[in-house]
C-alpha cells in the first residue's frame, strides 16, 4: 500500500470497486452509498478517521435505514445528524425497492441497531471525540442487497460465485484500513464480521474479538444490549 494512502483514497477505491461488480437472482437491488452518499461518507472520514486507533468497531454492511441512508456505518439519521454533526446531500439512487427508498436525512425510519450502537457510544463517552479518541466504526462490506420482496439480503446470503469479488474487495480494503489505524484489536459486530477479519487480517499484529449484533432481529440483543456489547468488550481487554 502506497505510504500517502488516506482513508479517503481507501473508501474511493472501494466505491468504485465494487461499482463493477454484478449480481444475480435472489438478488434484485443493490445500494452502494459509498457513491450516491458520498459527501457525507467523505464528511464521517475526514472528520473522524484521521489518525492511529485502539479499536476498530467492524460491521456487516449498510442497514436500510442506517447507513444506505447517510453513509455513515451504522448511521441511524437523527444520532449522525445530532451527535455526529454531519449533515449533506445524498443523491437518489438510479434503482431503489419502492418499499426501502433513499430519502437521505429526510428519512424518518429509525434504523435500530444504529439507535443501540451510537446510543451506546453516546451514553459511554458522552463526545464524539472521547469515543473516536479510541474507536472507528466501519461496515466490511459497502453494499446493500435487497430481494424482489424488498428483503435485506446479507453479504453471507449472496450467491457464492457472485460473492468471491465482493469479499477480495472488502478484505483489501480493510487491510489497507487497519494498515493506516494500526488497531490492537478490531472488534466484528457480529459473528460475520468477525470472521471475514480473521481471514482478511491473517498475518497482521492486531487482536480480532466479537461483539453481539445490535440488530433487533437477534432476540439476545433485545435484551439489553448495551450492557452486554460493554461486558463483551471487557472480555477483549477493552476498559471504558
Avoid at 436525512?105 to 463517552?125: N, P
Avoid at 435487497?146 to 460465485?161: Q, W
Avoid at 499484529?205 to 444490549?225: C, F, Y
Wanted: glycine share 8%; with cysteine.
Amino acid at each position: 500500500m502506497p505510504h500517502h494512502l488516506t482513508v479517503v483514497d481507501v473508501a474511493a477505491r472501494l466505491r468504485d470497486e465494487v461499482k463493477r461488480l454484478r449480481f444475480r437472482s435472489p438478488v434484485a437491488y443493490v445500494y452502494n452509498p459509498l457513491d450516491y452518499a458520498w459527501v457525507p461518507h467523505e464528511a464521517y472520514l475526514q472528520t473522524y478517521g484521521q489518525g492511529t486507533r485502539e479499536i476498530i468497531l467492524l460491521g456487516m454492511n449498510p442497514g436500510p435505514w442506517g447507513m444506505a441512508q447517510t453513509g455513515v456505518p451504522f448511521g441511524e439519521v437523527q444520532l449522525v445528524q445530532h451527535w455526529l454533526k454531519i449533515k449533506a446531500p445524498v443523491r437518489k439512487p438510479a434503482h431503489t425497492h419502492p418499499r426501502v427508498p433513499v430519502l437521505g436525512f429526510g428519512c424518518h425510519r429509525r434504523e435500530v441497531s444504529g439507535q443501540r450502537l451510537w446510543g451506546w457510544a453516546k451514553d459511554t463517552f458522552t463526545t464524539p471525540k472521547k469515543f473516536f479518541d479510541r474507536f472507528f466504526v466501519a461496515n466490511y462490506c459497502p453494499l446493500m442487497f435487497l430481494d424482489t420482496s424488498g428483503r435485506n439480503r446479507t453479504p453471507d446470503h449472496v450467491p457464492a460465485r457472485h460473492r468471491e469479488r465482493l469479499l477480495q474487495v472488502s478484505d483489501a480494503a480493510l487491510r489497507d484500513l487497519v494498515t493506516l489505524m494500526q488497531p490492537k484489536l478490531v472488534i466484528g459486530v457480529g459473528g460475520f464480521a468477525e470472521s471475514r477479519a480473521k481471514s482478511a487480517l491473517e498475518g497482521l499484529d492486531v487482536t480480532i474479538g466479537r461483539i453481539l449484533h445490535p440488530s433487533p432481529a437477534s432476540p439476545l440483543a433485545n435484551n439489553g444490549w448495551a450492557k452486554q456489547a460493554t461486558a463483551q468488550l471487557a472480555r477483549c481487554g477493552v476498559r471504558l
